[in-house]
């Protein structure tokens, strides 16, 4: 079965501090993708990064990055020099399919303070 | 730019009542879904359709229909409301086939069970 953790409930950080959340998923399939969605408090879910199975390369879109380690089951996001416009709820998502059936973790509060 | 638009954006009803929350989208896409969001839990499957007069359940589907008669919409029907059913609901698309799964969001529907 299909299953995606995200561990980190709440976390709440500094302005400026680099934060990490993790995500480890389960899949029987050699064929997935794993999302990244950021949720505002405005509400809207916001696509942030879709990664292929067969692609491991990290990836860096300006202060984000992404570590994709399949030997881990693991895909985490890092925001460097966070800023409080990052704060929103975060969620981590896998699709076995090309049909667009994710399955989510259950988001990872972030806060991030003046 | 419409994407996916959800209506309405915030219901109330009184158990036992019934409401369809409507969704639809302007992209062609073949595949359609609605999930429903709840603290602590995430976004959960409902119901998902993969093309016109076809649909299938998701994670949580009882208590809820949905149709598929044209490409563009796809309607949630609660046709007894329970408490248990106040959350709120997202409606989804993307490319079926050749796409990667990447789901795009309508804006949400704030429903309330009293």
């Known amino acids: 079965a299909q299953k995606v953790t995200q561990a980190q409930t709440e976390i709440s950080v500094v302005e400026k501090e680099d934060v990490t959340l993790d995500c480890v998923y389960e899949t029987r399939d050699t064929t997935y993708y794993l999302f990244w969605y950021k949720q505002p408090p405005s509400g809207e879910l916001v696509f942030l990064i879709r990664?292929?199975?067969?692609?491991?390369q990290n990836e860096i879109s300006g202060r984000y990055s992404w570590n994709f380690q399949k030997s881990t089951s693991s895909f985490n996001f890092t925001i460097t020099a966070s800023q409080v416009v990052d704060s929103a709820v975060y969620f981590c998502a896998l699709s076995e399919s090309q049909l667009g059936k994710l399955i989510f973790g259950q988001g990872t509060e972030l806060s991030v303070k003046p | 730019n419409a994407g996916v638009t959800q209506t309405p954006k915030f219901q109330v009803l009184k158990t036992g009542q019934s409401m369809t929350l409507q969704c639809a989208q302007d992209m062609n896409h073949e595949y359609m879904s609605w999930y429903r969001q709840d603290p602590g839990m995430g976004l959960r499957l409902i119901h998902y359709?993969?093309?016109?007069?076809?649909?299938d359940q998701g994670e949580v589907p009882n208590g809820y229909n949905v149709s598929r008669s044209t490409t563009e919409d796809f309607p949630l029907r609660l046709l007894s409301a329970a408490p248990s059913q106040t959350s709120v609901y997202f409606c989804?698309?993307?490319?079926?086939?050749?796409?990667?799964?990447?789901?795009?969001f309508g804006e949400g529907s704030r429903l309330t069970v009293l």
């Open positions: 359709s993969v093309g016109a007069g076809i649909t």
């Open positions: 989804a698309s993307s490319l079926a086939g050749g796409g990667t799964g990447e789901l795009f």
């Open positions: 990664r292929n199975s067969f692609d491991e």
